[in-house]
């Protein structure tokens, strides 16, 4: 039985289109930054990553190189809703793999060559992007024990249920009142918890599906992993306190890296679900970091990915971004 399909809000933009990129020339793409992804003033992080993705899927597709297979990305500064220009470096084209090095620019962009304006646009996404073709690869195949069965367990679930609410172990969760008013990133998806909440402060498991239904597909693996970095969160005092941290004060958890390993190629349709475990190992001085596995519905490993974020005032978020020229010479700051 097909699981009923939620609705999602009047102005979304559906993700697949939301991170399409155009090809303005051999190596220079248009991508768009939609404000139904933002977090606050920021758009999610995981979501501008797909942008670079969905540019180097367009770049290496006539290479029959279209699967990201790992790509690590460094945030350099704040992006904003709007146009943005991806270049393309070619770093190694081979026959198997190839490397890109891919940066997104914002401000001063050009409606011709060379598309950016150096000394005013800013830098604000680079990243190194390996691609080649899932499907083709051969090779030595072993049976690890990382998935049988994963520790600590993951709660068996019922994913017609889920949708329509009757799964016992599992339930829709409630979206979090954040310091930015709407999280609008967050209303894309919608996210599955335990009932009996998350064992560990420092792990979170999630089932989740897209808001308008469709289906994930490898372009928005990054989103994906970036979902909900929230489990700090999880160490929030339910009362006025102040251990860890005073209970009322707000934060935001602004990405330094992510890196992405692409295990599995989705169907081209996609699929309805994917479960997400994160763990944090340490949580110290305003940095933390972030372990995450995706697994499809069969159990099956899709995506790990390891991020390293910071923990701000959420004023930081709505703070002046500084002009692109003293972005270019180091002076920027997150």
């Known amino acids: 039985m097909a699981s009923k399909q939620p609705s999602a809000p009047a102005d979304f933009v559906p993700l697949a289109k939301s991170i399409e990129a155009t ?11 939609q404000a139904c992804y933002t977090i606050g003033t920021v758009p999610n992080g995981g979501y501008v990553c797909c942008t670079l993705l969905q540019a180097a899927h367009v770049h290496l597709s006539p290479r029959s190189q279209p699967d990201t297979v790992t790509a690590h990305f460094e945030f350099l500064n704040r992006s904003e809703t709007g146009p943005a220009v991806v270049i393309v470096e070619d770093i190694k084209l081979g026959r198997s793999l190839s490397v890109l090095h891919v940066t997104l620019y914002q401000r001063g962009l050009l409606s011709h060559a060379p598309w950016i304006t150096p000394g005013t646009s800013r830098r604000e996404v680079a990243a190194y992007v390996t691609n080649g073709s899932i499907a083709s690869e051969q090779g030595v195949s072993l049976t690890t024990s990382f998935l049988s069965p994963p520790v600590p367990t ?20 409630e979206l979090p009142v954040t310091p930015f008013g709407r999280n609008r990133s967050l209303e894309n998806v919608e996210y599955y918890s335990p009932r009996a909440g998350q064992p560990d402060p420092d792990r ?120 692109g020229k003293d972005k270019e010479k180091g002076k920027g700051k997150l």
């Not at 308008?212 to 970036?226: I, R």
Request: net charge negative; glycine share 6%; hydrophobic share 50%.
């Open 23 to 33: 090809r303005l020339d051999s190596h220079t793409y248009a991508v768009n930054l």
């Open 154 to 173: 993951i709660l068996p679930v019922d994913l017609p249920a889920l949708a329509e609410g009757r799964d016992i172990l599992w339930h829709r969760m």
């Open 204 to 323: 979170i498991d999630i089932w989740m599906r897209l808001a308008a239904g469709g289906g994930f597909k490898n372009a928005s693996l990054a989103y994906v992993v970036d979902a909900w970095p929230y489990v700090i969160e999880q160490y929030r005092p339910k009362s006025p306190g102040t251990a860890p941290f005073p209970h009322d004060v707000s934060f935001w958890y602004p990405t330094v890296a992510l890196n992405l390993d692409v295990k599995k190629a989705l169907p081209a349709e996609g699929v309805e679900w994917l479960f997400m475990r994160e763990t944090a190992k340490m949580i110290k001085n305003g940095r933390f970091d972030l372990e995450v596995t995706v697994l499809d519905a069969k159990g099956e490993l899709v995506a790990v990915a390891t991020h390293v974020a910071m923990i701000v005032g959420a004023e930081r978020n709505h703070a002046a971004r500084s002009e």
